[in-house]
Protein backbone atom coordinates (compact mmCIF):
# COMPACT_ATOMS: atom_id res chain seq x y z
CA UNK A 1 0.00 0.00 0.00
CA UNK A 2 1.26 3.48 -0.96
CA UNK A 3 -1.05 6.38 -0.06
CA UNK A 4 1.66 8.87 -2.06
CA UNK A 5 -0.61 10.63 -4.74
CA UNK A 6 0.19 10.08 -8.24
CA UNK A 7 1.71 13.00 -10.18
CA UNK A 8 0.04 14.37 -13.57
CA UNK A 9 1.46 16.81 -15.89
CA UNK A 10 1.02 18.92 -18.83
CA UNK A 11 2.09 22.13 -20.65
CA UNK A 12 -1.48 23.38 -19.75
CA UNK A 13 -5.06 22.18 -19.30
CA UNK A 14 -4.71 19.51 -21.48
CA UNK A 15 -3.76 16.81 -19.53
CA UNK A 16 -7.51 17.50 -17.11
CA UNK A 17 -8.80 15.03 -19.79
CA UNK A 18 -6.26 12.35 -18.66
CA UNK A 19 -6.53 13.67 -14.62
CA UNK A 20 -10.45 13.32 -15.15
CA UNK A 21 -9.84 9.30 -16.28
CA UNK A 22 -7.62 8.43 -13.52
CA UNK A 23 -9.91 9.80 -11.56
CA UNK A 24 -13.08 7.65 -12.36
CA UNK A 25 -11.04 4.69 -12.25
CA UNK A 26 -9.46 5.56 -8.88
CA UNK A 27 -11.78 7.34 -7.31
CA UNK A 28 -9.71 6.41 -3.65
CA UNK A 29 -6.05 7.64 -5.41
CA UNK A 30 -4.78 11.23 -4.39
CA UNK A 31 -4.25 12.90 -7.32
CA UNK A 32 -1.34 16.26 -7.85
CA UNK A 33 -1.58 17.60 -11.29
CA UNK A 34 0.94 19.99 -12.52
CA UNK A 35 0.04 22.03 -15.00
CA UNK A 36 3.24 24.55 -17.23
CA UNK A 37 0.71 26.79 -18.49
CA UNK A 38 4.16 29.59 -18.60
CA UNK A 39 5.47 27.58 -21.30
CA UNK A 40 2.27 26.45 -23.41
CA UNK A 41 1.71 25.36 -25.73
CA UNK A 42 4.62 22.98 -26.60
CA UNK A 43 3.44 22.18 -30.47
CA UNK A 44 6.44 23.87 -32.30
CA UNK A 45 9.06 24.13 -29.20
CA UNK A 46 12.24 22.20 -30.18
CA UNK A 47 12.66 19.25 -29.30
CA UNK A 48 15.57 19.86 -26.42
CA UNK A 49 13.65 22.61 -25.01
CA UNK A 50 10.65 20.51 -24.61
CA UNK A 51 12.93 17.53 -22.98
CA UNK A 52 13.88 20.30 -20.48
CA UNK A 53 10.79 21.46 -19.56
CA UNK A 54 9.43 18.36 -18.74
CA UNK A 55 12.10 17.24 -16.51
CA UNK A 56 11.73 20.47 -14.50
CA UNK A 57 7.79 19.31 -14.21
CA UNK A 58 8.72 15.58 -13.67
CA UNK A 59 11.23 17.25 -11.15
CA UNK A 60 8.96 19.07 -9.64
CA UNK A 61 6.12 16.11 -8.86
CA UNK A 62 9.08 13.86 -7.83
CA UNK A 63 10.15 16.33 -5.30
CA UNK A 64 6.73 16.43 -3.81
CA UNK A 65 6.37 12.80 -3.04
CA UNK A 66 4.87 11.42 -6.14
CA UNK A 67 4.32 7.45 -6.48
CA UNK A 68 4.22 7.64 -9.88
CA UNK A 69 4.33 10.41 -12.79
CA UNK A 70 1.84 10.38 -15.91
CA UNK A 71 2.99 12.50 -18.78
CA UNK A 72 -0.71 13.49 -19.51
CA UNK A 73 1.20 15.39 -22.85
CA UNK A 74 1.65 13.71 -26.06
CA UNK A 75 4.40 16.39 -27.58
CA UNK A 76 6.43 16.14 -24.22
CA UNK A 77 6.33 12.16 -24.24
CA UNK A 78 7.11 12.25 -27.52
CA UNK A 79 10.00 14.58 -27.38
CA UNK A 80 11.26 12.89 -23.74
CA UNK A 81 9.60 10.07 -22.45
CA UNK A 82 12.77 7.89 -22.69
CA UNK A 83 14.79 10.25 -21.00
CA UNK A 84 12.37 11.06 -18.16
CA UNK A 85 12.20 6.87 -17.50
CA UNK A 86 15.95 6.50 -17.48
CA UNK A 87 16.57 9.53 -15.53
CA UNK A 88 13.67 8.76 -12.57
CA UNK A 89 14.09 4.78 -13.23
CA UNK A 90 12.99 4.35 -9.62
CA UNK A 91 8.65 5.42 -10.13
CA UNK A 92 6.31 4.04 -13.32
CA UNK A 93 6.25 6.57 -15.79
CA UNK A 94 3.54 6.51 -18.18
CA UNK A 95 2.94 8.42 -21.25
CA UNK A 96 0.61 9.35 -23.78
CA UNK A 97 0.63 6.15 -26.88
CA UNK A 98 -0.72 7.18 -29.97
CA UNK A 99 -3.95 5.63 -30.52
CA UNK A 100 -3.38 4.10 -34.32
CA UNK A 101 -3.83 0.87 -33.20
CA UNK A 102 -6.86 0.98 -32.26
CA UNK A 103 -7.77 3.16 -34.74
CA UNK A 104 -6.70 0.78 -37.18
CA UNK A 105 -8.59 -2.18 -35.87
CA UNK A 106 -12.26 -0.23 -36.31
CA UNK A 107 -11.59 1.20 -39.26
CA UNK A 108 -14.02 -0.03 -42.27
CA UNK A 109 -12.70 2.35 -44.88
CA UNK A 110 -9.38 1.68 -44.33
CA UNK A 111 -8.61 5.31 -43.67
CA UNK A 112 -7.52 6.64 -40.25
CA UNK A 113 -6.94 10.88 -39.79
CA UNK A 114 -4.60 11.72 -36.15
CA UNK A 115 -4.58 15.15 -35.19
CA UNK A 116 -2.03 16.21 -33.19
CA UNK A 117 0.23 18.79 -32.36
CA UNK A 118 3.36 19.03 -35.11
CA UNK A 119 5.94 17.99 -32.35
CA UNK A 120 3.83 14.88 -31.92
CA UNK A 121 3.43 14.01 -35.49
CA UNK A 122 8.07 14.18 -36.35
CA UNK A 123 8.08 12.21 -33.68
CA UNK A 124 9.75 9.11 -33.73
CA UNK A 125 7.16 7.67 -31.28
CA UNK A 126 4.50 7.85 -33.70
CA UNK A 127 6.30 7.04 -36.80
CA UNK A 128 6.83 3.58 -35.37
CA UNK A 129 2.67 3.45 -34.05
CA UNK A 130 1.84 4.02 -37.34
CA UNK A 131 4.45 2.29 -39.13
CA UNK A 132 3.66 -0.94 -36.85
CA UNK A 133 -0.44 -1.18 -36.87
CA UNK A 134 -1.68 1.02 -40.37
CA UNK A 135 0.06 -1.65 -42.84
CA UNK A 136 -2.35 -1.43 -45.59
CA UNK A 137 -4.21 1.56 -44.06
CA UNK A 138 -3.88 5.44 -45.45
CA UNK A 139 -2.89 7.76 -42.54
CA UNK A 140 -3.92 11.29 -43.09
CA UNK A 141 -2.39 13.44 -40.16
CA UNK A 142 -3.38 16.85 -39.41
CA UNK A 143 -1.86 19.54 -36.67
CA UNK A 144 -5.25 20.84 -34.20
CA UNK A 145 -4.15 24.56 -35.62
CA UNK A 146 -5.32 26.92 -33.20
CA UNK A 147 -6.90 23.69 -30.83
CA UNK A 148 -4.60 24.32 -27.98
CA UNK A 149 -4.93 28.35 -27.56
CA UNK A 150 -8.80 27.84 -27.77
CA UNK A 151 -8.87 25.45 -24.51
CA UNK A 152 -6.13 27.43 -22.96
CA UNK A 153 -8.20 30.81 -23.59
CA UNK A 154 -11.40 28.91 -23.06
CA UNK A 155 -13.44 29.02 -26.51
CA UNK A 156 -14.03 25.69 -27.06
CA UNK A 157 -17.74 26.76 -27.77
CA UNK A 158 -16.96 29.37 -29.85
CA UNK A 159 -17.39 29.79 -33.93
CA UNK A 160 -13.91 30.69 -34.30
CA UNK A 161 -13.48 26.93 -32.55
CA UNK A 162 -15.78 25.10 -35.03
CA UNK A 163 -14.11 26.82 -38.05
CA UNK A 164 -10.45 25.64 -36.96
CA UNK A 165 -11.89 22.17 -36.76
CA UNK A 166 -13.74 22.11 -39.93
CA UNK A 167 -10.70 23.50 -41.18
CA UNK A 168 -8.69 20.66 -39.88
CA UNK A 169 -10.92 17.59 -40.33
CA UNK A 170 -11.63 18.43 -43.88
CA UNK A 171 -8.55 16.80 -45.95
CA UNK A 172 -9.46 13.37 -43.71
CA UNK A 173 -13.44 13.31 -44.04
CA UNK A 174 -12.32 14.35 -48.24
CA UNK A 175 -10.21 11.08 -47.94
CA UNK A 176 -12.73 8.97 -46.43
CA UNK A 177 -11.44 8.59 -43.21
CA UNK A 178 -13.67 6.82 -40.39
CA UNK A 179 -11.99 7.25 -37.42
CA UNK A 180 -10.12 10.27 -35.93
CA UNK A 181 -7.16 10.05 -33.43
CA UNK A 182 -7.17 12.44 -31.01
CA UNK A 183 -3.46 13.33 -30.52
CA UNK A 184 -2.96 16.02 -27.69
CA UNK A 185 -4.85 16.05 -24.58
CA UNK A 186 -6.17 19.94 -25.08
CA UNK A 187 -8.21 17.94 -28.05
CA UNK A 188 -11.01 16.14 -25.77
CA UNK A 189 -12.11 19.23 -24.46
CA UNK A 190 -13.32 20.02 -28.57
CA UNK A 191 -14.87 16.79 -28.71
CA UNK A 192 -18.75 18.84 -28.95
CA UNK A 193 -17.43 20.23 -32.03
CA UNK A 194 -16.03 17.72 -33.32
CA UNK A 195 -19.00 15.29 -32.69
CA UNK A 196 -21.08 17.82 -34.63
CA UNK A 197 -18.55 18.44 -37.53
CA UNK A 198 -18.38 14.67 -38.11
CA UNK A 199 -22.55 14.37 -37.64
CA UNK A 200 -23.60 11.58 -39.80
CA UNK A 201 -20.91 11.04 -41.25
CA UNK A 202 -20.21 7.40 -39.76
CA UNK A 203 -16.97 8.63 -38.15
CA UNK A 204 -15.55 7.37 -34.82
CA UNK A 205 -13.35 9.84 -32.55
CA UNK A 206 -11.41 8.11 -30.45
CA UNK A 207 -9.85 9.84 -26.97
CA UNK A 208 -6.54 7.84 -25.68
CA UNK A 209 -7.19 8.93 -22.01
CA UNK A 210 -9.73 6.31 -20.87
CA UNK A 211 -6.77 3.87 -22.22
CA UNK A 212 -4.24 5.75 -20.27
CA UNK A 213 -5.86 5.64 -16.92
CA UNK A 214 -6.13 1.73 -17.83
CA UNK A 215 -2.27 1.54 -17.81
CA UNK A 216 -1.98 3.27 -14.62
CA UNK A 217 -4.77 0.88 -12.51
CA UNK A 218 -2.59 -2.01 -14.20
CA UNK A 219 0.46 -0.37 -13.10
CA UNK A 220 -0.67 0.41 -9.85
CA UNK A 221 -1.46 -2.81 -8.94
CA UNK A 222 1.58 -4.29 -10.53
CA UNK A 223 4.04 -2.83 -7.86
CA UNK A 224 1.89 -2.71 -5.34
CA UNK A 225 1.07 1.05 -5.16
CA UNK A 226 -2.58 1.13 -4.36
CA UNK A 227 -3.68 3.75 -1.64
CA UNK A 228 -4.51 1.68 1.63
CA UNK A 229 -8.58 1.49 1.96
CA UNK A 230 -9.29 3.90 4.37
CA UNK A 231 -7.34 6.77 2.62
CA UNK A 232 -9.16 10.11 1.95
CA UNK A 233 -7.63 11.01 -1.45
CA UNK A 234 -6.75 14.68 -2.08
CA UNK A 235 -6.50 16.86 -5.17
CA UNK A 236 -3.97 19.64 -5.84
CA UNK A 237 -2.75 21.97 -8.41
CA UNK A 238 0.44 23.14 -9.41
CA UNK A 239 1.90 25.23 -12.18
CA UNK A 240 4.79 27.65 -13.46
CA UNK A 241 2.62 30.22 -14.73
CA UNK A 242 0.66 32.52 -11.96
CA UNK A 243 -1.84 31.68 -8.95
CA UNK A 244 -4.74 32.93 -11.31
CA UNK A 245 -3.78 30.33 -13.78
CA UNK A 246 -3.10 27.44 -10.92
CA UNK A 247 -6.87 28.51 -10.09
CA UNK A 248 -8.12 28.18 -13.68
CA UNK A 249 -7.04 24.59 -13.43
CA UNK A 250 -8.45 23.16 -10.61
CA UNK A 251 -12.00 25.12 -11.62
CA UNK A 252 -11.30 23.59 -14.53
CA UNK A 253 -10.96 20.17 -13.45
CA UNK A 254 -13.32 20.46 -10.64
CA UNK A 255 -16.10 20.99 -13.30
CA UNK A 256 -14.99 18.70 -15.87
CA UNK A 257 -15.34 16.04 -13.24
CA UNK A 258 -19.16 16.48 -12.70
Known sequence: MNSAPIGIYDSGLGGLTVWREVRRALPGESLLYLGDGKNCPYGSRPREEIARLADQAVAALVARGCKMIVVACNTATAAAIDFL?????????????????????????????????????????????AARYGSGIEVVTAPGRGFVELVEEDREATPEAEACVRAAVAPMLDRGADQIVLGCTHYPFLLPVLRRVVADRGVGIID???????????????????????????YGFLTFADDAYRSRLEQKALASAL
Open 85 to 129: RGKYSSIPIVGMEPAVKPACLATKSRVVGVLATERSLDGELFRRT
Open 208 to 234: PSPAVARRVVELLDRYGLRAAADHRPA
